[in-house]
């Protein structure tokens, strides 16, 4: 690859060599992107930006040389299809080389709240009409998504890292892996990155023709009551013990201090008069934003339990956890990290099954903004 004076990249018939053949023998989905990143070369150009260009103008080339078989045609082999799977979740290796792992760990290099970011996309994913990837997709014209939808409007991050590992799996491995399965491993990674349990993602999800804008829109609110979140999470099948352990998911990132102002000057749920007056002072505008952990802010950990426990809950969504009756024992048994960490990788399954696309619904995505 070489830059022109336009800074547009071109690929060489080498790294079309290069990528063809890591392709057909499916060494590895990480070797086409180091390749990638490392001819790229410049610092100057956004990370996301670079791959995807160039992994349209690998695809291009694949087509016009006639070398690529497409996902569907006889000539691609289903053992190489499984590997390519293997190599993005990282499932037969030792978790380190995975693809989207790498680039998770790359994105919290230069911000530690990438891996709560991934976490919380996946949720929003999920929970509005199923694992498929919805929560992607752009505004065009004719179609409206659901970014724009107000739990995720300006709240919502980490669409960069999803996108740079779709361009760098459609060179190695076009048409493979869809947006929901990255998605639904990137969430993994990032609570394994910040130091929580791991578990074996699922994987085989298709990706949504369509978007939810009003069920996005009915996401469970920062001011809900447990009683409503229990309703919220009943309504798709989850109980009361994947409620509470995956509200743990607050023990790292940040929260807007828009959404929870009312509680500075309310006891009820009840707050500690400490962290209140800590708020207070670190919340001098409305868009200012404060840590959901203040006690171990990055770490996937029982500490967002035993805040709860002493009234630090952030969220009056948080806090009511701790004051109902029908969640308040869940908390207290949840500030043991085996039991913790039992549930919230069992409620990750369950929340990962929901509404997914298998067989010939949907589609794998070329890009994840956009139906192909
Ligand atoms: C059960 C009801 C839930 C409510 C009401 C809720 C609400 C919220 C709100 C209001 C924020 C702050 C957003 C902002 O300031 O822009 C937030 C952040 C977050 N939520 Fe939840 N959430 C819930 C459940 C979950 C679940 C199930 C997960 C994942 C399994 C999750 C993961 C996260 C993470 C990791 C953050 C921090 C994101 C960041 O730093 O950007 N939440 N949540």
Known sequence: MRKSESNVCYLTDQLLKRATFSCLTAVSACSVELQLRGLSGSKTRSEETLPLHAAHQVNELYLQVGQFPLKDEPGWRNDTRRQCRASVS????????????????????????????????????????????????????TFRGEKTAAPNANSLGG????????????IACPRTVSCADIVAIAARDGVVLAGGPTWEVEVGRRDSTTASLS????????????????????????????????????????????????????SDPPMDATFRSTLQSSCGTPS?????????PVTFDTQYYTNLQMNRGLLTSDQTLASSS??????????????????????????????????NQGQIRNICGKVN
């Open 90 to 141: 990282g499932r037969h290796s030792d978790h380190n080389g995975s693809t989207v792992r790498s680039a998770v760990s790359n994105a919290l290099q230069s911000d530690p709240r990438a891996g709560a970011k991934l976490l919380r996309m996946f949720f929003h994913d999920c929970f509005v009409q199923g694992c498929d990837a919805s929560v992607l997709l752009d505004d065009t014209a």
């Open 159 to 170: 669409f960069n890292v999803i996108n740079s590992v779709k361009a760098s799996l459609e």
């Open 215 to 266: 069920e996005a829109n009915n996401l469970p609110g920062p001011s809900w009551t447990a009683a409503q979140q229990i309703r919220a999470f009943q309504a798709k099948g989850l109980n009361t013990n994947d409620l509470v352990a995956l509200s743990g998911a607050h023990t790292f990132g940040k929260a807007s201090c828009n959404l929870f102002q009312n509680r500075l000057s309310s």
């Open 288 to 296: 200012a934003t404060v840590d959901l952990d203040q006690g171990t």
């Open 326 to 359: 029908q969640t308040s024992r869940l908390v207290n048994t949840f500030t043991s990290q085996s039991a913790f960490f039992n549930q919230f990788t069992k409620s990750m399954l369950k929340l990962g099954r929901l509404g997914v696309l298998t067989g």
